[in-house]
């Protein structure tokens, strides 16, 4: 694994997570966990220059959310997946 991207992907208004996902990529879609979600306003205030989301956590401002989560405007999220088995036909 390479190191850590961070990219911004467009999405329509009142996506579920596990759709927002699939933008990225259809195997995101397909094994669906959760998403790991904290706000964009939220990070920039608590982070203090370090790129990591401790703070946030520390805050209790980074939650974990299902399938049925609408994506918000600001979401930063890590979506958790597993696509081990064959796709379906």
Sequence with gaps: AGPKEVRAWTIQKGTLAPQAAGVIHTDFERG????EVANFDDFK????GQASMAKVKEAG??????KMYVMQEGDIVVFMHN???AKKK
């Design 61 to 66: 401002k980074y939650k974990q959310e299902g």
């Design 45 to 48: 205030a608590l982070h203090n």
């Design 32 to 35: 669906f966990i959760k998403a």
């Design 83 to 85: 696509t081990t088995a």
